[in-house]
């Protein structure tokens, strides 16, 4: 019987759980995850728009995420170990037992900024002592640090980062980020738009959060 790599069967194993998240929020997004409400603004003549998200469930959404990036990075490290085992045969104990894939940011434990290559270089000897040198400069090439100050949105630092989260708590979850409103006129009968100046605010809504200040009047003011 030929088995797979195991690199493989770990990604396979995270596209699964990626399918499952992605019908877990489906269902969370169907079931009116946030509620809207406005009320009158204290200090103008104007309306607050506000928005409140419903708590995500960690079961089954923080759990899906963690087994995911669990096993995309460790996926990673399984493809360092074959790279070893190909080229260095046998593979001496000691390299066996720190082969690993670095990912390196380009920031130190006390805030200093610009040290990657020499973070990278602390490293490399030791877990990818065993892999082909030509492998190993693609591996570099691969490094967050290359980005600089901008190392935090590359997508393996993010594996990696979710990884070392998801070891000692539950990744958090924002459950709405606003990126502006519309307003539909066949929906909104009882208020009219007088002049006046929309603000949209957007971002991360926690909690009950304004989104928007907007001029709004009675469409019939007799009545209230």
């Not at 797979?4 to 596209?15: C, G, M, Q």
Request: proline residues 10%; contains cysteine; aromatic residues 8%.
């Amino acid at each position: 019987m030929v088995f797979r790599p195991n690199h493989e069967l770990r990604i396979e194993r995270a596209y699964r759980h990626l399918k499952e998240l992605e019908g877990a929020e489906e269902v969370w997004s169907q079931a009116e995850p946030y509620l809207v409400d406005l009320e009158p603004d204290t200090e103008s003549p104007y309306h607050c728009l506000y928005v409140t998200p419903k708590p995500v469930d960690p079961d089954p959404m923080s759990l899906l995420i963690g087994d995911c990036v669990h096993n995309l990075r460790s996926a990673l490290d399984n493809l360092a170990f074959a790279l070893a085992e190909a080229h260095t045969k046998p593979l001496p104990q000691n390299l066996a037992e720190t082969s690993e894939f670095p990912i390196i940011g380009d920031e130190d434990r006390k805030g200093n900024t610009g040290v990657g290559p020499r973070l990278y270089g602390d490293v490399v000897k030791r877990k990818l002592g065993g892999v082909d040198p030509q492998a190993e400069a693609t591996i570099e090439s691969l490094q967050p640090y290359k980005r600089g100050n901008k190392y935090r949105s590359d997508p393996l630092w993010v594996i990696h980062d979710l990884d070392r989260i998801d070891k000692h708590r539950f990744p958090h979850l924002a459950a709405l980020f606003a990126r502006g409103f519309t307003i539909d006129p066949n929906k909104s009968r009882n208020v009219v738009m007088p002049p006046g100046v929309i603000e949209s605010y957007g971002g991360l809504a926690e909690g009950r959060t304004k989104i928007a200040r907007l001029p709004l009047a009675p469409a019939n003011p007799r009545n209230g």
